[in-house]
T-cell receptor
Framework: AQKITQTQPGMFVQEKEAVTLDCTYD???????LFWYKQPSSGEMIFLIY??????QNATEGRYSLNFQKARKSANLVISASQLGDSAMYFC????????????FGPGTSLSVIP | ETGVTQTPRHLVMGMTNKKSLKCEQH?????MYWYKQSAKKPLELMFV???????ENNSVPSRFSPECPNSSHLFLHLHTLQPEDSALYLC?????????????FGPGTRLTVL
């Protein structure tokens, strides 16, 4: 069965510093997709970044980058130059090999950016 | 309107009430989803619609009844709910194409059942 683990329930980071949010996953599928979402207190889930299991390079999107280590089954999110608006819950998610497979979400990490 | 919209944003209802949640996507996607997010629990997939056809019912109680009249609209009809159904209900849509097929979410409806 597929599973997502986020071991950091809460994280703090100083404004303008970089922070890494951990995500490990378990799957037997050779092909899968990994996602990161941000959920501010308003409730909306905001898509941040995507990594395909066969992508050769780590995904990057502005201040977000995904540190993908396939052999370790980890897909950590790195946020550079943290801003106060980055304070939110962050969810790692995975979808199986086909577009029709369910997306499963991890329990989330609460990030607080300190001025 | 852009993206995925949901109405109402907040809903308080009694256990005997009947209400409906509405979701509309303006992204031209062909799949829509309902998720439930309870406190201290991971996001739970409830229903999936691909091309207006329900393809997933994740063991959801019958007091939740989805409806997808077209690929842009999705409803969740609620009746005789229980207090434990209080949660944030999120709608999402995606374009199923064999690629990343990223799901884009609406702002959610925060439901309280008294």
């Amino acid at each position: 069965a597929q599973k997502i683990t986020q071991t950091q329930p809460g994280m703090f980071v100083q404004e303008k510093e970089a922070v890494t949010l951990d995500c490990t996953y378990d799957t037997s599928d050779p092909s899968y997709g990994l996602f990161w979402y941000k959920q501010p207190s308003s409730g909306e889930m905001i898509f941040l970044i995507y990594q395909g299991s066969y992508d050769q390079q780590n995904a990057t999107e502005g201040r977000y980058s995904l540190n993908f280590q396939k052999a370790r089954k980890s897909a950590n999110l790195v946020i550079s130059a943290s801003q106060l608006g980055d304070s939110a819950m962050y969810f790692c998610a995975m979808r199986g090999k086909t577009s029709y497979d369910k997306v499963i979400f991890g329990p989330g990490t609460s990030l607080s950016v300190i001025p | 309107e852009t993206g995925v919209t949901q109405t109402p944003r907040h809903l308080v209802m009694g256990m005997t009430n009947k209400k409906s949640l509405k979701c509309e996507q303006h992204l031209g996607h062909n799949a829509m989803y309902w998720y439930k997010q309870s406190a201290k629990k991971p996001l739970e997939l409830m229903f999936v619609y691909n091309f207006k056809e329900q393809t997933e019912n994740n063991s959801v109680p019958s007091r939740f009844s989805p409806e997808c009249p077209n690929s842009s609209h999705l409803f969740l009809h609620l009746h005789t709910l229980q207090p434990e159904d209080s949660a944030l209900y999120l709608c999402a849509s995606s374009q199923v194409s064999g690629g990343a097929d990223t799901q884009y979410f609406g702002p959610g409806t925060r439901l309280t059942v008294l």
